[in-house]
């Protein structure tokens, strides 16, 4: 294999957007092997013309065997495992080959939780080539980051920009669910709330074993509403069955939320059970979260705490109410240890980019 087209992609960048090493020598080759076992056909290939790679300002560093590789594939795979880890990028996420030859991006976690585990790619070849694509959109002619791409104060990519990122990403590999999320959300931020739906359940779909994808598609059917609270329902109860250890109490008091929405007691009663079991002081949680909402005067943040401590503490009727709908782009709501959102909540594009550009900030 020859990567033809990775090698014309980056022939048109600019230089030194992606600074690829020197093929890797069968001595290096057979001495990592002996640390991490056998390397996947087509990795070993990919080294045998690129002893690792620099992809813009180290977004994505893919691993080599040499001394001169940016990271080495015995540094991320100390011993063997079920993955092999080749790549990394800011703030210590990984990717890692499937046993399928699927590309896993390892989110990473923080002492408590394990990283997330989002399936970026459909093969290798695939992900490197929609990968070029997809941070090419943030570059100009002259290597340098486009204006055009981002929020004034430059934290964040506009969501025009991020849709053109994932939709160029894939069309060279369509089936990619982490792509998909990722325009998901950009055409929820730009209001586009049904196309936003179809393409959660397109990421739900490819990456099934994922909470987060299940998570995201049931906040989109909620904001829809009475007519899709059944779908939300089924989506957070999926991911709440997905999601290991405590915080999946937050993603079953969701679907108890979705329960009541739709009027279903026996439902929210059992999804408000699971929530509990996991986490007793889940209230107590929630209302710290409704105060620092108030406190901070963030009127959705509030709405969503009063609404998930309502879905938790109300007596359970059948009787409908008129409830308020959750979902779109408001705020999800605190884990019960932490005010942070979860992850998936942000572009991984933009989160690695930012780091990119503090980078070349400090260089410059």
């Not at 294999?1 to 069968?26: I, K, N, Q, W, Y």
């Not at 560093?61 to 800011?90: D, Q, S």
Request: hydrophobic share 45%; glycine share 6%.
């Amino acid at each position: 294999m020859f990567f033809d087209r990775f090698r014309e992609a980056v022939s048109r960048l600019p230089d030194g957007l992606v600074r690829t090493g020197p093929p890797a020598t069968a001595e290096a080759l057979a001495a990592t092997e002996s640390v991490v076992g056998p390397l996947p056909a087509i990795l070993r290939s990919f080294l045998q013309s690129f002893d690792g790679v620099d992809l813009f300002h180290e977004t994505v560093l893919i691993a080599g065997v040499g001394p001169h590789a940016p990271r080495t594939l015995t540094a991320l795979n100390p011993t063997p495992g079920p993955e092999l880890v080749f790549a990394e990028a800011p703030g210590a996420d990984r990717f890692a080959l499937r046993a399928d030859g699927a590309v896993l991006r390892l989110r990473a976690g923080d002492d408590e939780n394990e990283p997330e585990r989002w399936m970026a790619g459909s093969g290798f070849e695939r992900w490197l080539e929609a990968l070029v694509a997809h941070e090419r959109v943030l570059y100009g002619p002259d290597g340098e980051f486009s204006p055009d791409a981002f929020e004034p104060d430059g934290a964040e990519i506009l969501p025009l920009a991020a849709l053109r990122q994932a939709e160029r990403a894939l069309k060279l590999d369509p089936d990619a669910a982490e792509l998909h999320h990722e325009r998901a959300v950009a055409l929820r931020r730009l209001g586009r709330q049904s196309d936003s739906r179809q393409a959660f359940t397109r990421a739900a779909a490819l990456d099934p074993e994922n909470p987060w994808t299940w998570f995201d598609l049931g906040r989109a059917a909620l904001a829809d509403g009475v007519t899709a609270a059944g779908e939300a329902l089924e989506a957070f109860e999926r991911a709440a069955r997905l999601q290991r250890g405590p915080e999946s109490a937050r993603l079953w008091i969701w679907a108890a939320r979705a329960a009541q929405l739709l009027a279903a007691p026996e439902r929210q009663a059992s999804c408000r059970g699971e929530a509990l079991a996991l986490v007793p002081d889940l209230a107590q949680s929630l209302r710290r979260a409704r105060d620092a909402a108030a406190a901070e005067d963030d009127p959705d943040a509030l709405a969503e705490a009063e609404a998930l401590l309502a879905a938790l503490e109300e007596p359970i009727t059948s009787a409908r109410k008129r409830l308020p709908v959750l979902g779109g782009d408001a705020p999800r709501s605190p884990a019960p240890a932490s005010s942070a959102p979860p992850p998936s909540e942000r572009s991984p594009g933009a989160r690695t980019t930012t780091a990119a550009r503090r980078k070349r900030t400090d260089e410059t």
